[in-house]
Structures are given as C-alpha cells and as structure tokens.
Nanobody, 122 residues
C-alpha cells in the first residue's frame, strides 16, 4: 500500500529556511501528481505546492517566490524548500498523492496522505 513519510519540520526564526522531505513507497513513484499542503488547528487544509508527473509545478499565491517544490525520482522523495519563512507559514505540513487526472491545489483531488511534519516560525 502507499506510504508517505514527511520529515524536516522544526522551529525557525522569521526569514529563515527549512527543507521538507517526503519519502514515498508502495506505488510507481513519479507517475502521479504530488503536493504539499498545510493546516492549522481549526482551519481548512491549504494547498501549498504541487508537481505533476511531467515535472510541472504550481504554487499558492502566498508562497510564490519563497517555496520550491521538487522531486528526486531515484530516491522516491518529494521536497519542499521553504525560504524567507514568515510566522503565518507555521502549520502542520503534509505531502499527498493524487492518482486521478487532475493535479491541483485542492485537497479533495488527493488520495493518499502522510502524517505530517510541524513547522513553526517565530
């Protein structure tokens, strides 16, 4: 079965950087759309960045120019490089896989989810 395991979260000061990783297993890596999402308690899950099977990317307006999504197919790993972090970026970050034809920032397209990694910016 599909497993997604995130890591790389932590506490950082505003203006700092973090790189999140998501190791995937249980499916043909690279053949589906993958995305990063974030969620604060009591809030809806928000799409942050997506990458399609072809490598095309998309970002939420709030992170454009600061976050970069990438993948290493040989390592079955998805990354999110986060630079110039702001306090409002604080949240639990999740990676997810969408097995359908749509690759978008809306969480309902995604079928498999990791357990998340916490990012706190002070």
């Amino acid at each position: 079965h599909v497993q997604l395991v995130e890591s790389g979260g932590g506490m950082v000061q505003a203006g700092g950087s973090l790189r999140l990783s998501c190791v995937a297993s249980g499916y043909t890596y690279g053949s589906y759309c993958m995305g990063w999402f974030r969620q604060d308690p009591g809030m809806q899950r928000e799409g942050v960045a997506i990458i399609g099977s072809s490598g095309s990317t998309g970002y939420a307006d709030s992170v454009k120019g600061r976050f970069t999504i990438s993948k290493d197919t040989a390592k079955n790993t998805l990354y999110l490089q986060m630079d110039n972090l702001k306090p409002e970026d604080s949240a639990m970050y999740y990676c997810a896989v969408a097995t359908g034809v749509v690759c978008g920032l809306e969480s309902h397209w995604y079928d498999y989810w990791g357990r998340g990694t916490q990012v706190t910016v002070s």
